[in-house]
T-cell receptor
């Protein structure tokens, strides 16, 4: 079946603009995760959803970052007033449920802030 | 200091070599340990999953966890050019198994 999909695959924006990144999880997966991968930093956890609720938002770096999930499916990560340090690959993952279930990753959105 | 440390490499080996990849960690609460493989411009995919200490083998891959030393390893036997990728270790404590804590990844190149 289809894996996790993310759009756009690449995004170039100007400093100060808002961006929205989209994630479509594997059908039937109730848990959804956002991570950020920066050069030399590895993957950093941002937020996770169980259904439409976000029990853990501890990784969001600032209040410019927000995320929502609707219908227990698609999720959007929004970055307001982008800064150059926001440039990174944003990865989404989903799993059958929360807890010790395998997280399946999408290909990521490469964000470049000029 | 990061919770999980991993040598970024690159590690370059000839085809057929045995590869050893390692991570160290500082949080003694970590109980679940994973290795992910990430090809260029792709998302990570789970290779191996281990709970607590011990060894686990799957084909050419062996994962080892030494909790007393806070040290985990991934061994690849008979390495192939198709193994060329970045290998990321990840781990979680038992009280928060949703938040994977990753190492920075080791880039491996296997040349023919």
């Amino acid at each position: 079946g289809a894996g996790v999909s993310q759009s756009p695959s690449n995004k170039v924006t100007e400093k100060g603009k808002d961006v929205e990144l989209r994630c479509d999880p594997i059908s039937g997966h109730t848990a959804l995760y956002w991570y950020r991968q920066s050069l030399g930093q590895g993957l950093e956890f941002l937020i996770y959803f169980q259904g439409n609720s976000a029990p853990d938002k501890s990784g969001l770096p600032s209040d410019r970052f927000s995320a929502e999930r609707t219908g227990g499916s698609v999720s959007t990560l929004t970055i307001q007033r982008t800064q150059q340090e926001d440039s990174a690959v944003y990865l989404c993952a989903s799993s059958k449920s929360s807890g010790q279930e395998t997280q399946y990753f999408g290909p990521g959105t490469r964000l470049l802030v000029l | 200091q990061k919770e999980v440390e991993q040598d970024p490499g690159p590690l370059s080996v000839p085809e057929g070599a045995i590869v050893s990849l390692n991570c160290t960690y500082s949080n003694s609460a970590f109980q679940y340990f994973m290795w992910y493989r990430q090809y260029s411009r792709k998302g990570p995919e789970l290779l191996m999953y281990t709970y607590s200490s011990g060894n686990k083998e799957d084909g050419r891959f062996t994962a080892q966890v030494d909790k007393s030393s806070k040290y985990i390893s991934l061994f690849i036997r008979d390495s192939q050019p198709s193994d060329s990728a970045t290998y990321l270790c990840a781990m979680t404590p038992s009280y928060n198994t949703d938040k994977l804590i990753f190492g920075t990844g080791t880039r491996l190149q296997v040349f023919p």
